[in-house]
Nanobody, 123 residues
C-alpha cells in the first residue's frame, strides 16, 4: 500500500521560504514521476510542479523561478523548496505519485495522494 506523508508547512511572511517534504512508502519511487499540487479555499486543486525519475522537472508558470523540486530516492523523499513566497501561494500543498504515461500537469494522472500540509503566507 502506497503512503505519502507531507510535512514542513507553516506560517511565513511574504518573501520568506519553506521546504516541504513528502515521505513515500510502499512503492519504488526511483522510476515514478512525483507531483506537487496545491488547493486554496474555494479553488480547484492546481499543478505546482513535477519531477521525473531521471530528475527532469517542470513547474507551473506561477512558481517557476521561485520553487524547486528535488528527490532523494534513498530515503525516499521528495522535496519542494519554496522561496520568495507570496500571499497567493497560501494553500494546502499535496504530493502525489503519477501513473505512467499520463499528463503530469493533470491531477487525474495521479493515483496516490498525501494528506496535505498547510502553507500560509502573510503580507
Amino acid at each position: 500500500q502506497v503512503q505519502l506523508a507531507e510535512s514542513g508547512g507553516g506560517l511565513v511572511q511574504a518573501g520568506g521560504s519553506l521546504r516541504l517534504s513528502c515521505a513515500v512508502s510502499g512503492r519504488d519511487m526511483r522510476s515514478t514521476t512525483m507531483g506537487w499540487f496545491r488547493q486554496a479555499p474555494g479553488r480547484e486543486r492546481e499543478f505546482v510542479g513535477a519531477i521525473w525519475g531521471g530528475g527532469y522537472t517542470d513547474y507551473a508558470a506561477s512558481v517557476k523561478g521561485r520553487f524547486t523540486i528535488s528527490r532523494d530516492n534513498a530515503k525516499p523523499t521528495v522535496y519542494l523548496q519554496m522561496n520568495s513566497l507570496k500571499p497567493e501561494d497560501t494553500a494546502i500543498y499535496y504530493c502525489a505519485t503519477a501513473r505512467a504515461g499520463g499528463i503530469a500537469t493533470s491531477r487525474h494522472t495521479y493515483d496516490n495522494w498525501g494528506q496535505g500540509t498547510q502553507v500560509t503566507v502573510s503580507s
